[in-house]
């Protein structure tokens, strides 16, 4: 089970930073995922982080801006979400993958969390 958290409102330029705690004790061994889902827009990859948050990997938007990581100690991932915009507003997503290599499509994924909104105005 995956519960994200830590979305919110902010004004454009700001930062947010997004967690998404997984219950069980085998989250080391999962590949997870940020996507986002804008208004009347498919859902879409954000960022991915290997197993051991050795490698990490961006959505071209978001290079520069977003961190992904991970503690694998708290089974937490996090978003760190700098310099944000407006087209950055959407629904964010996590999710983690069994298969140990980092993928961009959503049904890549296994399992999902819940959400949270983030908003972002100009």
């Known amino acids: 089970q995956l519960q994200a958290s830590g979305g919110g409102l902010v004004q454009a330029g700001g930062s947010l930073r997004l967690s998404c705690a997984a219950s069980?004790?085998?989250?080391?061994?999962?590949?997870m995922g940020w996507f986002r889902q804008g208004p009347g827009k498919e859902r879409e990859f954000v960022a991915g982080?290997?197993?051991?948050?050795?490698?990490?990997y961006y959505e071209d938007s978001v290079k520069g801006r977003f961190t992904i990581s991970r503690d694998n100690a708290k089974n937490t991932v996090f978003l760190q979400m700098n310099s944000l915009k407006p087209e950055d507003t959407a629904i964010y997503y996590c999710?983690?993958?069994?298969?140990?290599?980092?993928?961009?499509?959503?049904?890549?994924?296994?399992?999902w969390g819940q959400g949270t909104q983030v908003t972002v105005s100009s």
């Open positions: 982080i290997s197993q051991s948050g050795g490698s990490t």
């Open positions: 069980g004790r085998t989250f080391s061994t999962f590949v």
């Open positions: 999710a983690a993958r069994s298969v140990p290599n980092v993928v961009t499509y959503n049904y890549g994924y296994n399992y």
